[in-house]
């Protein structure tokens, strides 16, 4: 069910990739699925993380129809790319993306960690002690 998804968000990053990446910075892709149908994706941004970029958009678009917060899934990436490859590596929330994360009824967390792979939780439930550089 969620490999589903995760093959859809590397195919956004490939797109994300072509269009928007240029030089060595880390890019985070955060994706909101509501039901299993992609709903929105936002990327970091100077001053705005991908999760936090996310959650705005979601908060947009309540104003224009019902989400159903509870049944809101948000995967992020952390995107590399090597030559023609495009790999995952850490991008577990950080503790400010988590705080936004659980003022929300956003129920499932998932993250890509160092070995390409995913890990995941119940926002309510995410632990994180990571803080990123725009807040040291």
């Given at each position: 069910?969620?490999?589903?998804?995760?093959?859809?968000?590397?195919?956004?990053?490939?797109?994300?990739?072509?269009?928007?990446i240029k030089?060595?910075?880390?890019?985070?892709?955060?994706?909101a699925f509501?039901?299993?149908n992609?709903?929105?994706?936002?990327?970091?941004?100077?001053?705005?993380h991908a999760e936090?970029?996310?959650?705005?958009?979601?908060k947009?678009m309540?104003?224009?129809r019902?989400?159903?917060?509870?049944k809101?899934?948000i995967?992020?990436?952390?995107?590399?790319k090597?030559?023609?490859d495009?790999?995952f590596?850490?991008?577990?929330?950080?503790?400010?993306c988590?705080?936004?994360?659980?003022?929300?009824?956003?129920?499932?967390?998932?993250?890509?960690?160092?070995?390409?792979s995913?890990?995941?939780?119940?926002?309510c439930?995410?632990?994180?002690?990571?803080?990123?550089?725009?807040?040291?």
């Amino acid at each position: 069910k969620n490999m589903k998804k995760y093959n859809e968000l590397l195919r956004l990053a490939n797109i994300y990739f072509d269009k928007h990446i240029k030089g060595p910075i880390p890019y985070h892709l955060a994706a909101a699925f509501e039901n299993n149908n992609l709903i929105c994706v936002g990327m970091n941004d100077p001053g705005i993380h991908a999760e936090s970029y996310v959650i705005k958009k979601l908060k947009y678009m309540e104003t224009k129809r019902k989400l159903k917060w509870e049944k809101i899934h948000i995967i992020v990436v952390r995107l590399n790319k090597r030559n023609e490859d495009i790999s995952f590596s850490m991008s577990k929330p950080c503790i400010q993306c988590k705080e936004a994360l659980q003022k929300t009824k956003i129920n499932l967390i998932s993250w890509s960690n160092d070995q390409g792979s995913f890990d995941s939780c119940k926002v309510c439930e995410l632990c994180s002690s990571h803080v990123s550089r725009k807040y040291r």
